[in-house]
């Protein structure tokens, strides 16, 4: 595997707001890579096979598209874990809605996590083993199979801004592959460091994307063709989880709890309007 040696600069002044290009870098790379930074890993690009069950799993499942910055329509569904969000009124860390949708296409994305941490564990052995002990600290139920991810997202979009993977684990990395079929563009652009990176199909890439800056130039598509890309990680906030049982015995206390105030409220307020009642009669 060939080694590029990098430094990292400041993103060139408005480029983090505009989309991705590759004339915001200097050099396109193809084929196997590993990228070092101060001489230690910051990435790997290689290419790995892809299982025909597994490519008709990604195109079987059905994306939603979602909104994000600029404008920008991603279309992509959540699998493997999902932690505790009391936002969306789940307070509790569960598995994805794919699992039960679509179990066979779960398994097939599940096993595909496996063989990409056998990438990851060949290609970067400190990173991945330091991982694999943090996530130790998970509880098994919620990580996927002997990996040390605990979710994904299944991707299916035309370009993607300049981002950080927030919501990740700190200092460890991610795992991606790239399907696609009779299209073009979709290059990762890395502004800090000059470099884009031509994903072709089977293209596996490793790296922390909780803090390199990055974004996907616009994808052109072909009548039947489509670019997926499937990305493994690791939630920061699953080390908050809790077994499977007993996640679930902290769902029915917390959902109780929430029963009996609301309980109590609508009582106090049925006690008021009766003292109300009686003062008006007085």
Known sequence: MRRVDVIRHDPPQGVIGQRPSVNHASELISGDVALYENGVPLLVLTKVAIPTSFRQACIGVKATPKARTQGLITTSQAFG???????????????????VSHPKEHRELVAMGSALAGVYREHAPAIYEDHRVKA????????????????????????????????????????????RERVSGGYLVLPEFGVSLELVDGACLLFDGQSTWHGLTPVDTQPGGYRFSVVYFSLRQAWNCLPFKDELARAKAKYTEKARALVGANVSAEARKRIDAERIKR
């Not at 874990?81 to 699992?99: E, G, H, P």
């Open 81 to 99: 874990t999902l932690t505790r969000n009391a936002l969306r009124a789940a307070d509790f860390c569960s598995t994805s809605a794919l699992s």
């Open 136 to 179: 130790d600290g998970i509880p098994r139920d919620f990580r996927l199979r002997d990996t040390p991810f605990t979710s994904g997202n299944l991707n299916k979009h035309a370009s993607l801004s300049y981002h950080l993977d927030k919501g990740n684990a700190l200092n460890v990395w991610s795992a991606m592959v790239v399907l």
